[in-house]
């Protein structure tokens, strides 16, 4: 029997942080960006655990993802590659896509710590001429090559695309939202369904260099018997200075789908 595919979507969420930070310094910004001429690029190292059953009960599956992130951006623009490092500790039935766990065999089997390089993501995205008081619109695409492993990876490619949104209320807060789908690979051992992600949240400038907030991410069901996806992730940022800067979050799932808890951190330089 073949078992059901469990996917989350956690780990995307460092990615679409360090997005929506961004454009919040683009908000508050305006004649900075304006102004700034060409592309500059950026470089991102980060490292992120996430630990859960992911639908198989007392089978608990923790992913170790490490990625290397190159941007390039420009004041309305930007295109970005991502190269993992991933370990996955857990039920030998369970591979990584996108930094977290999917279960592509049958039932649970005696567990396993497998680790190697990751799946490639590829992506970019640009900001729509922004009107005066007006949202800041975001529109971003994203493919993840099928590079990793056998063990590491589920050997398909999958694409995504979504459209985000940024106002301003205060000068110090900023609320946000996104809707976006996503389309998944699918083999002759397991069949996912493609659907519908969103984000709502908020970010408040506590300090000059500190940025906090928090956002609650849906994920559509991806196979009939499983449950939405739904997990809640505070965050800070700190910009130590103009070439580098600093993103931590935490999460908390809200279903049996999600991931159970998790962590990451980000250090991002500038030039």
Known sequence: MIGLPVRSNALSFLYRSVVLVVASFWLRAPAHAQTQQGA????????????GDYGQPGETTSVVYAPLTVTLRAPNWRLEATAPFIQI??????????????????????????????????????????????????LSARVKLPTAASDLGTGRADYSAQIAAYQPVTPKLLLMASAGYQWLGSSDLYHLRDGPTGMVGFNYKAGSAVDAGATLNFTSRIAKDLDHQLYVSPYLTWRANRLFGVTGYVLAGLTKSSPTAGGGIQLTFYR
């Open 40 to 51: 500059s690029p950026e470089t991102g190292i980060g490292a992120s655990y996430i630990t």
């Open 89 to 138: 500790h857990g039920p030998s039935n369970v591979a990584g896509a996108d930094g977290t766990p999917i279960v592509v065999g049958g039932s649970p089997s005696s567990e396993s710590t497998r680790a190697g390089f990751g799946d490639v993501l590829l992506g970019g995205g640009f900001y729509l001429p922004r009107a005066p008081n007006l949202p800041l619109f975001d």
